[in-house]
């Protein structure tokens, strides 16, 4: 499903069906109440939330268990919706706002050029002589083995392909 108003206005009816089935109402007794009948040597009006349940039901009925809760998701409801949407919006600018700083970078980077680092010097001479002349040497190695590896392929391509055995 696309993101969207469409979306949030779905997920407010899931919200509000399982605040209904999960609603048990104001079923309790206020401690004021309670401390009046024992002063008064009565007995309380409901011995839990499940008696009184079942008391407003049957006094009032079902919907009774539900009073007060339209005002209440008429004000939960939208305030809910605006929250979402502006939140997904801030996520959605934040993740542009982190892409266009990486492009920046990446933009940085491709400017700066490639960057060589600096040999370090072994034997700790200053004038680098040495140095070169081992670069240069170790340069010359390496295409010395590159041609000798080019030579065991060219053998290796004119050797001619093995005979198949007849049975």
């Known amino acids: 499903m696309a993101d969207g108003l469409g979306t949030h206005v779905t997920r407010l009816r899931r919200g509000v069906r399982g605040a209904v089935a999960s609603n ?3 079923c309790g007794e206020d401690e004021g109440d309670e401390l009046k009948a024992a002063a008064a040597g009565d007995m309380p009006a409901y011995t839990g939330a499940l008696d009184c349940a079942v008391k407003t ?3 009032e009925g079902p919907r009774a268990l539900y009073k007060g809760f339209i005002p ?3 004000r939960q ?3 809910t919706v605006v929250l979402f949407v502006t939140l997904e919006q801030e996520e959605e600018e934040e993740r542009e706002e982190r892409g266009m700083r990486e492009e920046e970078e990446e933009e940085r980077e491709a ?3 490639p960057r060589e680092e600096p040999k ?3 034997d700790g ?3 680098g002589g040495d140095n070169e002349e081992e670069a240069i040497k170790e340069e010359e190695d390496q295409e010395n083995d590159e ?4 030579e065991d392929d060219d053998e290796e391509e004119a050797l001619p392909p093995p005979k198949k055995r007849k049975k």
Do not use: K, L
């Open 24 to 26: 048990r109402g104001g």
């Open 57 to 59: 039901v049957r006094a």
């Open 72 to 74: 209440t998701i008429s």
């Open 77 to 79: 409801g939208p305030f």
């Open 111 to 113: 400017m700066r050029g």
């Open 120 to 122: 370090e010097q072994e």
């Open 125 to 127: 001479d200053d004038d």
């Open 147 to 150: 041609e000798e590896e080019d």
